[in-house]
């Protein structure tokens, strides 16, 4: 089965500086994975994707990601926050061939004026 | 805005209640899922239904019944609930993942409180 693991429950960044949040998958195959967003009380929002056409996938918000399968990493970073940027981000995973969704246990991200 | 969209925004029913939860979406996806998602934490899977069809149930009490008339609409009906499900539904839509990536879009949310 597929998986993902998130390290860093909380993650809290000073305004300015560079945002990094880590997540792991484990697969045998390259999976498509995804991170998204969430501001409370919303609904989940898709910041980036990885399908395989490329390693390092620019998403919205000036967010981007690097899909490394040496480490079998999909860590998603900022260069500069903003503090806009708080919410909580989910890592996740789904395989090339069904419609199960795995997500990570999610970072919630402070930044600090 | 938000493609998929969900009503209401906040409910509060009594335990004793019957109530339901809407979401529709225009975007011709074919599967149309359910969540359940507590306080900081990730979405659990409830339901999926693709082309229609329950495909997916994941071990949901008989309190919840799911329901998909049609491609665009999915409804969640609400009986004798307890209080431990108080929490954000969420409703997402995809395409099937061999057809494209597979990823989920989601509606933002029915705030549901059990007294």
């Known amino acids: 089965a597929q998986s993902v693991t998130q390290l860093g429950s909380h993650v809290s960044v000073s305004e300015g500086a560079l945002v990094l949040l880590r997540c792991n998958y484990s697969?045998?195959?390259?999976?498509?994975l995804f991170w998204y967003v969430q501001y409370p009380n919303q609904g989940l929002q898709l910041l980036l994707k990885?399908?395989?056409?490329?390693?390092l996938v620019k998403g919205i918000n000036g967010f981007e990601a690097e899909f490394k399968k040496s480490e079998t990493s999909f860590h998603l970073t900022k260069p500069s926050a903003h503090m806009s940027d708080a919410a909580e981000y989910f890592c996740?995973?789904?395989?090339?061939?069904?419609?199960?969704?795995?997500f990570g246990t999610g970072t919630s991200l402070t930044v600090i004026p | 805005d938000t493609e998929v969209t969900q009503t209401p925004k906040h409910l509060v029913m009594g335990m004793t209640n019957k109530k339901s939860l809407k979401c529709e979406q225009h975007?011709?996806?074919?599967?149309m899922y359910w969540y359940k998602q507590k306080a900081k934490k990730p979405p659990e899977l409830m339901f999926v239904?693709?082309?229609?069809?329950?495909?997916i149930n994941e071990s949901v009490p008989s309190r919840f019944s799911p329901e998909c008339p049609n491609s665009s609409l999915l409804n969640l009906h609400l009986h004798a609930l307890q209080p431990e499900d108080s929490a954000l539904y969420l409703c997402?839509?995809?395409?099937?993942?061999?057809?494209?990536?597979?990823?989920?879009?989601f509606g933002e949310g029915s705030r549901l409180t059990v007294l």
């Open positions: 997402a839509s995809s395409q099937p993942v061999v057809r494209n990536t597979g990823e989920l879009f």
């Open positions: 697969s045998s195959v390259p999976p498509y």
């Open positions: 990885y399908t395989s056409a490329a390693t």
């Open positions: 996740a995973v789904t395989s090339r061939t069904g419609n199960q969704f795995y």
């Open positions: 975007m011709g996806h074919r599967a």
């Open positions: 239904y693709s082309y229609e069809k329950l495909s």
